[in-house]
């Protein structure tokens, strides 16, 4: 096996630029998709707790829908599923839509656990106190909430770094699609895809150490993520 | 829209045994996953330290990765190593996604004997039971009831997690839904199909998962 690494560590000069490289488109779509889940879910979760029927159900059944089927089939749908109509979207936008739109079903279900954690009491006092219920919301419930859903939503980004890597497969040049590239040139899977798991670890194992770290610390076990 | 049905007619057939497909690796996987959580469970909470840590750091890095790396690396990693570990794509999947889901399931396990009551543990003490009868007929049975809700969750995600197996071109539903696509170039009616056959699956068993979610927060 000496050889296996002598030539990982002859070609690690070469490797590792352009897998960081890819890594940061990674990141990229990590970041956009998260934008537009915490955005997306926020409003779903309040929309779900409407007491509009069509709008509740609407969001609902998104949520459900969303949940219920694999990220992978969505970013098809998205990629490859509007592409026949004409609808060209280029693959880094296709996989922060469909990742974003994804993880907007699960943030939601997050920020609404959150929400209905706080007792009923906390929002009858503020009404006591003659506050609005936007104030209410701002003041009173949405600073008691992110205590409960900071554990959960640092357990999201993880899940979300590591689904990431299905945006190579929608030609986003991320780091699982340049590893492809530089194994069509060097044949060299096992050396390339040993690089890259220790990347995304470099990422996601502190970042899953934070969130059982917050876990035990703001002690929530009740908002644990589906 | 008429054309539609036609072609319906002409794919479902294929898609209902692609289906089965998909099931049958979900199963297949889930039974792995639930054997292998048993061992490694029992290795994190070991009286040994050296062997706590070493398999605490397996499970943070088998965790910390997206399964897609883990499939590739099986798939087309190991047999430039060894030509002898040249599996198919369906046994990568399983191998995969069991070893992703034993990790899972190790917490799962240990989160659920964690939640037993102590003075259970002290009461099969005090009748004499050896720890292996104890685990076996007081904590276990327990744990398992309080880990049920949370084992279901996975096996809902694991479902949708085995499309990434199309990846490797495992046999499943959406590796024949891209056959289908690219052969009648209709990808979207395909993929809106395949994602209703999804929901129709996974549906009932999240609907049956949070029954149970409701019944354990009871009692």
């Known amino acids: 096996m000496g050889g296996f690494w002598e030539i990982l560590g002859r070609e690690l000069p070469r490797f590792l630029p352009i897998l960081l490289d890819g890594f940061r488109i990674t990141i990229g779509v990590a970041v956009f998709s998260f934008v537009i889940a915490m955005t997306g879910g926020l409003l779903l979760a309040i929309g779900k707790m409407s007491k509009l029927r069509p709008v509740s159900l609407a ?24 592409a026949q109509y004409g609808i060209d979207v280029p693959g880094f936008l296709a996989a922060v839509l469909g990742l974003g739109l994804n993880g907007a079903a699960y943030v939601a279900e997050i920020f609404r656990a959150g929400l209905t954690a706080i007792p009923d009491g906390q929002r009858q006092a503020g009404l006591s106190l003659g506050l609005t219920p936007v104030q209410i919301f701002t003041h009173i419930l949405v600073p008691q909430a992110f205590r409960l859903m900071l554990p959960p939503f640092c357990s999201y980004s993880v899940q979300l770094l590591k689904d990431t890597s299905l ?13 492809r590239i530089l194994i069509a040139e060097t044949y060299l899977s096992m050396q390339i895809y040993l690089l890259v798991a220790v990347i995304y670890l470099c990422v996601s194992i502190p970042l899953g150490i934070l969130a059982n770290w917050l876990h035990r610390h703001l002690h929530s076990s009740k908002t644990a993520r589906a | 829209m ?8 002409q794919w ?24 292998l959580g048993i061992p490694i469970c029992a290795m994190r909470v070991a009286d040994n330290p050296a062997l706590r840590y070493f398999t605490a750091s397996f ?16 798939y087309f990693g190991l047999p430039t190593l060894a030509p002898d570990l040249r599996w198919s794509s369906n046994a990568c999947a ?20 964690g939640a037993v009551d102590r003075g259970e543990k002290e009461a099969f003490k005090a009748l004499g039971l050896t720890p292996f009868q104890g685990l076996v007929h007081v904590t276990a049975p327990q744990a398992f009831r309080v880990s049920l809700p949370p084992i279901g969750n996975y096996l809902v995600g694991l479902l949708k997690d ?3 197996a199309s990846i490797i071109a495992a046999p499943e539903l959406m590796l024949r839904a891209k056959d289908l696509s690219s052969s009648s170039f209709m990808p979207m009616p395909i993929y809106i199909l395949v994602a209703f056959i999804y929901f129709v699956m996974s549906y009932p068993l999240s609907m049956a998962v949070r029954y149970a979610e409701h019944k354990t927060a009871k009692a």
């Open chain 1, 167 to 179: 945006a190579s497969v929608v030609a986003a040049p991320e780091i699982m699609f340049r590893a």
């Open chain 2, 12 to 35: 479902s057939p294929e898609l209902a045994v692609a289906a089965l497909q998909t099931l049958r690796l979900t199963l297949l996987s889930f039974l792995v996953a639930a054997v």
């Open chain 2, 94 to 113: 399983i191998i995969a996604f069991g070893l992703q889901g034993g990790v899972q399931l190790a917490e799962v396990y240990r989160a659920g004997l």
């Open chain 2, 59 to 74: 499970i943070e890095i088998v965790r910390g990765l997206p399964v897609l790396v883990l499939l590739f690396l099986l």
């Open chain 2, 162 to 164: 085995t499309s990434i």
């Open chain 1, 59 to 82: 969001c609902s059944w998104y949520i459900e829908v969303i949940r219920g089927t694999p990220a992978l089939t969505q970013l098809f749908i998205i990629y490859f599923g509007l």
């Open chain 2, 2 to 9: 008429d054309g539609y049905w036609t072609y319906l007619e």
